[in-house]
């Protein structure tokens, strides 16, 4: 019986240099039986060459539109917007379950083409915690963003803000660049920044700690996964790592006006990487809030934070990903592809029907 194929498709998003499988865990992959076709990437902060050198197949970039209907095609970010319907099983980060903007459009091409979306932020163990997720690096990438933009406020006119920023080859660089800034910082300002962490108990909160732990800022005070009712003040960065319900609470609008969290504006916090309101990029990594201060109330909300340290994210979720991808080979049994695909299914049903059959 032939294997399964897995077809790595080669992202689209600008600037993201992750990857769903490493060579690591393909090798893992076609160690088990798998054949893994991998799509040429001058993005992918992986080589193409450290795939063909363990045994997959290289194949050109955007192929996955014409391979074989029973290929599985793996990827990260979503795919290009388009509306051919979909024939294949994807497995990726689809971001259509929540009725975000575009939902109907992105979801239904799967039934109209006949193909299946298993939804990485779906996936579940036993216990209903996720298999696999971003959110020690999204912390820890924010966390150095947060430090080196109260290091930029300090020693620049409010009217500059961060330059752009680009992908580490991995996380020392990174951690050389954060330090560099923070000394600079700190012989303008006479100190390191005091960081206030919400939500330090999670994933996010956890990179965040063990972030500035690491370039020597003292521990500050960390909550947990809550709101609080009043910010302790006097910290330089407030990073906020919450859930969607919680930070729906926190109005930009009004805390540039004083209120309802009044500390965050009288207190010196700056980068603020969590909020709804404010969408800001690597090219613009931080925006300007409406109030006047000095230095300036700044947000970071970039929404791939992870690919500024794409080597040591990808390898974190790809191995934490490749239980699961091992059970593919069982996808019907398996529990974690099972739930997937039934959740799938019930998605599709709140579909209008004029988009599933076509017509819409």
């Known amino acids: 019986m032939p294997g399964i194929t897995l077809h790595l498709r080669a992202e689209c998003k600008p600037l ?20 893994v076709n991998v799509e040429r990437s001058p993005e992918r902060i992986f080589e193409d060459n450290d795939f063909e050198e363990i045994g997959a197949t290289l194949v050109p970039e955007g192929s996955w539109t014409s391979a074989p209907e029973d290929h599985i095609i793996i990827g990260l970010k979503e795919l290009p917007e388009d509306t051919f319907p979909l024939k294949h099983t994807h497995v990726q980060f689809a971001h259509c379950y929540k009725n975000q903007d575009g939902w109907a459009d992105v979801l239904s091409r799967f039934p109209r083409g006949g193909g299946t979306l298993l939804d990485l932020e779906f996936l579940q163990d036993e216990t209903g915690r996720r298999v696999a997720a971003f959110g020690y690096h999204a912390g820890f990438a924010g966390a150095a963003l947060a430090i080196q933009t109260w290091a930029w406020q300090v020693t620049h006119t409010k009217d500059k803000p ?9 996380e020392d660089l990174l951690l050389d660049d954060v330090r560099r800034a923070m000394r600079e910082g700190e012989k303008k300002a006479g ?18 700690v063990e972030l500035c732990q690491k370039v020597g800022i003292p521990e500050g005070k960390h909550l947990p996964n809550r709101v609080p009712e009043g910010l302790p003040k006097g910290y330089d960065l407030l990073m906020c790592f919450l859930t969607s319900a919680n930070i729906l609470k926190w109005d930009m609008a009004e805390t540039a006006k004083g209120g309802p969290f009044k500390e965050t504006v009288e207190s010196d916090i700056n980068p603020i990487p969590c909020t709804k309101n404010i969408a800001t990029t690597f090219e613009r990594p931080t925006a300007f809030v409406d109030v006047e201060r000095d ?16 080597r040591e994210a990808s390898e974190a979720f790809s191995n934490a990903l490749l239980p699961s991808l091992l059970q593919l080979k069982d996808r019907k ?19 209008p029907k004029d988009m599933v059959d076509g017509k819409g």
């Open 16 to 35: 993201e240099h992750r990857s769903a499988l490493t060579p690591i865990t393909t090798k893992a992959l076609l160690d088990a039986g798998f054949i």
């Open 162 to 170: 961060l330059p752009g920023v680009s992908s580490y080859g991995d």
């Open 191 to 208: 100190r390191v920044p005091t960081v206030l962490v919400i939500g330090a108990l999670g994933r996010c909160g956890n990179g965040a």
């Open 295 to 310: 230095p300036p109330l700044s947000v970071i909300t970039i929404d791939h934070l992870p690919s500024l340290l794409p």
């Open 333 to 351: 049994t398996a529990k974690v592809w099972q739930q997937a695909e039934e959740l799938f299914t019930k998605k599709v049903t709140s579909l």
